[in-house]
């Protein structure tokens, strides 16, 4: 039984000659297709390798495969061929979406210097009596009470 988000037999048909050979060397190789299956379970889901279900296998194992096959270009050359043949019969409507967003920031955010401060002191003013705050060191000034 295939489940919601495997791959059919009619998709694993048309990718499983592009997968590597399987050399025969060393242990055994556990099934491309189950692998993929989880490979998709979590690409997915965006759970962690560690969640991915047994029923795909051990999550090293699907791990290490993804992490193979894309340092070695397996998954660009899968992507490739399977654009290409779609392209050919028309079962591919190629669309582009360009955007040239801007995000701006305000002075402080980017660590500039704050204008007017000297080492050490503040140009913050008192709210009622618009006098200076005092800095490190100085004195108060004297309330008018």
């Known amino acids: 039984m295939v489940r919601r988000g495997e791959l059919t037999d009619k998709a ?3 990718i499983e000659s592009l997968l ?4 025969g060397r060393g242990r055994p190789w ?14 997915r889901t965006g759970a962690p390798w560690r969640d991915i279900p047994e029923r795909y296998g051990p999550w090293q194992t699907c791990y290490e495969r ?13 992507l490739e061929q399977m654009q290409v043949k779609d392209d050919s019969v028309g079962n591919v409507e190629w669309s582009f979406a360009i955007d040239s967003t801007i995000s701006r920031a305000h002075q402080h955010a980017a660590g500039a210097r704050k204008r007017g401060t000297t080492a ?3 140009i913050r003013s008192d709210r009622k009596g618009g006098r200076r705050s005092a800095g490190p060191g100085e004195d108060s000034p004297p309330s008018s009470t």
Do not use: E, M
């Open 30 to 43: 556990r099934d491309h297709r189950q692998v993929i299956d989880g490979i998709l379970w979590r690409l």
């Open 120 to 122: 050490g002191r503040s």
């Open 12 to 14: 694993w048909q048309r």
């Open 66 to 78: 993804f992490k193979r096959w894309d340092a070695d270009g397996t998954w660009a050359r899968l």
């Open 20 to 23: 590597p050979a399987i050399d």
